[in-house]
């Protein structure tokens, strides 16, 4: 960040992208560990999250990259996550969807205690945002819709083609994060919806003109969530029972100024 000040405010996600290097001599003198290595026929390297890397071929080579996401990376997939939606950048794939999808295949997600309960965590940390924000917004002014809306539900059984399509309509014109749960929308718009963290960036418009989509309710979201933690007792009976909400009921989500820097201006 300290060599690319200027770049990374036209582009907050500059350090996302594969066309930044610098010499790594520059990371050296900052202290910032530097390694060097040869990868030859048959051999794999492994690079850990968060782990800037680069390569170069020194002729005709056939190389493949593999992605590997093991259950203890949900830890990394959050920090990801709320990294992406900072700099406002959209992520391969829908991170609710992913925790919500292994949630409700839990019985085969994992036989390790610790990478469940991190799940069960992660999984209660997105449904008390949803607990916390929506009546807010309900509050403020925003519009309860749900007994006119009925949005298709959101299936579990597995992540394709066809659900990520879906997920790719319902991005937070803020800060790109994937409106699972809930979105909000205005009438001034019918592409445009933002996350309930950004409601009020979604445009210049008073709140009574703007609505909340639910894909779930929130007695839906609590009864799954109770669900999963019923299946990690029942899977690990000889360890202490997960408690109900690992994460501080209270505690509020990312400003929303914080990813506001990244947006577009507002719809109208």
């Not at 040869?38 to 493949?64: D, K, W």
């Not at 203890?72 to 829908?94: F, K, N, P, Q, T």
């Not at 990520?164 to 929308?185: G, I, N, P």
Request: hydrophobic share 35%; proline share 8%; with cysteine.
């Amino acid at each position: 960040r300290r060599f690319y000040k200027e770049r990374l405010f036209d582009v907050p996600d500059l350090l996302h992208h594969m066309n930044t290097m610098f010499s790594p001599s520059k990371l050296q003198t900052l202290d910032v560990p530097v390694y060097q290595a040869v990868q030859r026929a048959g051999t794999f390297i492994v690079t850990f999250p968060r782990a800037f890397h680069s390569g170069f071929s020194y002729g005709f080579n056939l190389g493949e990259a593999v992605n590997l996401a093991p259950p203890s990376w949900i830890d990394h997939a959050r920090e990801a996550s709320e990294r992406y939606r900072r700099v406002g950048r959209l992520a391969v794939m829908s991170h609710d969807r992913l925790v919500f999808t292994l949630a409700n295949d839990l019985p085969h997600f994992s036989d390790d205690y610790k990478e469940c309960l991190a799940l069960h965590k992660e999984l209660d940390r997105l449904v008390q945002e949803e607990i916390i924000l929506r009546p807010r917004l309900y509050a403020s002014g925003v519009r309860d819709v749900s007994h006119l809306v009925n949005p298709p539900k959101n299936h579990l059984g597995q992540i394709d083609a066809k659900a990520c399509d879906y997920d790719d309509k319902r991005v937070c014109c803020v800060c790109r994060y994937t409106c699972f749960s809930s979105a909000v929308a205005c009438n001034c718009s019918q592409t445009h919806v933002a996350c309930l963290r950004h409601a009020a960036y979604l445009c210049k418009c008073p709140p009574t003109n703007k609505y909340l989509i639910e894909w779930d309710t929130l007695d839906n979201l609590t009864a799954f969530l109770d669900t999963t933690r019923n299946a990690i007792i029942a899977k690990f009976p000889q360890q202490p029972p997960p408690s109900k909400h690992p994460n501080q009921p209270n505690a509020a989500p990312a400003p929303a100024a914080e990813a506001a820097t990244a947006a577009p201006a507002p719809a109208n």
